[in-house]
């Protein structure tokens, strides 16, 4: 369902599942899940690419039924992905925190810090949860530039109460348009990088 190819995937999904579906697997992890051996983790990134896909892709009608999905119920959809934005900052956080840390360690005694080393670092920053915060900012970026002011207006709310800021959303967002394109031609990989960044200058 990722970039120009999944848009028809995205529209059956829409067709055949339908958008109840959806949600109430973005709103909560089923129990069912855990007792399968899958983390709250690989859940919420799973539902997340899948609703980035949908922003991404939709045209339209199915677009706008999907939009006013986090309209309802005074917003809560937008509440539970800013809670979601909220668990992801702080473990991503914490690991650059500690690799910060070992980078630091590292000079101090000598040691260079090579290619391998920083996609080691990198990947150690995606496993903490860098891949899925990346996706809960395109969606938090995407409802935010739908014109809908309801939506933008209660991101950047609970931004501001919860010590949150733009400038970080911004930045993440920024790396997360740098890897875009990894096995892409390189025209879908620049429009789509300018579209991202387009979206982020106006949040």
């Known amino acids: 369902m990722i970039g120009p190819e999944g848009s028809d995937n995205c529209h059956k999904f829409v067709d055949i599942l339908g958008l109840r579906t959806i949600f109430p697997l973005f709103m909560k992890t089923p129990k ?30 199915q677009r706008s039924r999907l939009l ?84 933008q207006q209660r991101v950047h709310q609970i931004l501001n109460l919860r010590g949150g800021s733009v400038k970080a959303v911004r930045h993440i967002m920024r790396e997360f348009a740098e890897s875009i394109g990894d096995g892409k031609n390189e025209e879908f990989r620049q429009s789509e990088q300018k579209r991202v960044m387009e979206l982020v200058d106006n949040f």
Do not use: P, W
């Open 32 to 61: 069912k899940m855990r007792k399968a051996g899958i983390s709250d983790k690989e859940h919420e990134e799973h539902v997340c690419s899948i609703l980035a896909s949908m922003l991404r892709n939709l045209k339209g009608q």
């Open 68 to 151: 006013s999905k986090f309209t309802e119920n005074d917003c809560e959809k937008v509440d539970r992905l800013m809670e979601l934005h909220f668990k992801y900052l702080e473990a991503v956080q914490l690991a650059d925190r500690r690799i910060e840390g070992e980078k630091h360690e590292m000079v101090r005694r000598g040691e260079i810090l090579d290619d391998s080393m920083e996609d080691e670092f990198y990947l150690r920053r995606l496993d903490a949860g860098l891949f899925v915060l990346q996706l809960i900012c395109y969606i938090m970026v995407e409802i935010s530039n739908a014109g809908i002011s309801q939506l």
